[in-house]
Nanobody
């Protein structure tokens, strides 16, 4: 069983920055691929970013490329999402997710085995 707990959300003005953290339980975090997704009211959950188990490869949604950076610290069992130049359309609940079996289809919700409860990010205009 893997538990994921997100933190770092909040209210920020457009153009501002936030850093989200996702702390994972378990001794095998370093073997998981990790992803960030977001869900706005009335919309489907959408892919934001993903990172491989060793941090050697990352992928981003076009809407956040160049503004968001995903990273991880396996010694701390934590994955991060640095969000810069935030826009009102980035407002959503942000969830981290763990893929324990290996995948290359990072953008698909169904490949992730464990999910956190989410942290709210609100960007005011």
């Amino acid at each position: 069983q893997v538990q994921l707990v997100e933190s770092g959300g909040g209210l920020v003005e457009a153009g501002g920055s936030l850093r989200l953290s996702c702390a994972a339980s378990g001794r095998t975090f370093s073997s998981y691929h990790m992803g960030w997704f977001r869900q706005a009211p009335g919309k489907e959950r959408e892919f934001v970013a993903a990172i491989t188990w060793n941090g050697g490869f990352s992928e981003y949604a076009d809407s956040v490329k160049g503004r968001f950076t995903i990273s991880r610290d396996n010694a701390k069992n934590t994955v991060y999402l640095q969000m810069n130049s935030l826009k009102p359309e980035d407002t959503a609940v942000y969830h981290c997710a763990a893929n324990t079996g290996g995948t290359t289809v990072w953008r698909r919700v169904y490949v992730y085995d464990y999910w956190g409860q989410g942290t709210q990010v609100t960007v005011s205009s």
